[in-house]
């Protein structure tokens, strides 16, 4: 039932975005100009600058905030690193990159959907390292995060390698599946090359990653392992922004832990420990790269919310 859910949510953002076609006139450099003087405009303290609509909707680390308050009151700064994507079809584009306040320097990931010319939607998640507490081990592996431009992210993509709307959503959403009660079967397509950076942070292919041998290993050689058993849901999925010449896919949910697993048995057998003893969520915004239909690239923010908290973009958000 739950599967099921999730396909007619994919399906619904497919239906969404073809509705919104006739309504965006933002071309891919108009919504990037949006996207630069709404990051401009962030340091200068200065929202009202900027082109809102009448009913804007703002949300800031899964919290619904009024125009202009939150990080809109602390930024000093934002670093060099912009990844940016858009979605010309449904007037959105998105940017990942280092905001940094009072010379804290955080990973933050932003969406806005623009409407005739103006911002009805900013999401927001920045990943505070002095809000995001310490892993077990008492270490926060995610204090000193990695800003290193990936051009290949935003490459356009030969006609051949490209997918269609639907099919890249339904890549996306299997990568999902195969996180969610994580047992290694493998339920979406990946690129041998595949790495995946969280919250700045390369957690594939890198065995220096303070978080055991499982960093060492690709992206399907973790999921294969089964180590993620413990992501017991990963719910109130969304795909609001589908980048088809580049290949790109940004997504929406909340990974929910119920705590309650504890030993566990890997898919080779190995023996395994959860790492999360206690009711916990995450929230998070996640990009894809799929080329040939295969994930190469995932980019990822993501911060600890309460227990279950509903979600701000979802009408009827699971509890």
């Known amino acids: ?60 680390n899964n919290v619904e905030l009024a125009v202009g308050d939150g990080v809109w009151g602390t930024a000093t700064g934002l670093g060099s690193y912009r990844l940016k994507f858009a979605d010309p079809q449904t007037g959105q584009v998105g940017v990942f990159g280092e905001m940094i306040e009072s010379g804290d320097r955080s990973v933050f990931a932003l969406r806005l959907k623009i409407e005739q010319g103006r911002i009805s939607e900013a999401e927001t998640v920045i990943v505070r390292v002095n809000d995001f507490g310490a892993l077990p081990g008492g270490a926060n592996p995610f204090a000193n995060p990695s800003f290193i431009d990936k051009p290949f992210m935003t490459q356009a993509l030969a006609p051949s390698q490209r997918r269609t709307r639907q099919q890249l959503i339904t890549v996306a959403n299997g990568y999902f599946e195969t996180l969610q009660l994580n047992d290694g079967t493998i339920r979406t397509a990946f690129d041998p090359a595949c790495n995946r950076i969280e919250n700045g942070l390369q957690t594939t292919n890198n065995p220096a990653m303070p978080l055991g041998p499982l960093s060492a290993l ?80 995932v980019e990822a923010a993501f911060i600890t919310v309460p227990y279950n908290m509903p979600s701000p973009w979802v009408r009827h958000s699971r509890h």
């Open 218 to 297: 690709g992206c399907e050689a973790q999921f294969a392992l089964g180590q993620y058993r413990y992501d017991d849901r990963l719910r109130d999925r969304r795909f609001p922004l589908v980048d088809e010449e580049r290949g790109l896919v940004l997504a929406a949910g909340f990974i929910d832990h119920q705590g309650r697993l504890g030993d566990y048995a890997l898919a080779d057998g190995s023996p395994a420990q959860s790492p999360i003893r206690r009711p916990h969520t995450f929230v998070l915004l996640e990009l894809f790269k799929i080329v040939d239909g295969k994930i190469l690239q």
């Open 1 to 60: 039932m739950y599967r099921y859910a999730c396909a007619v949510l994919a399906t619904w953002a497919v239906l969404a975005g073809t509705a919104a076609a006739a309504q965006s006139q933002c071309d891919r450099a108009c919504l990037y100009g949006h996207v630069d003087r709404y990051l401009q405009a962030l340091p200068r303290h200065d929202a009202r600058a900027l082109p809102w609509a009448k009913h804007a909707k703002v949300t800031e």
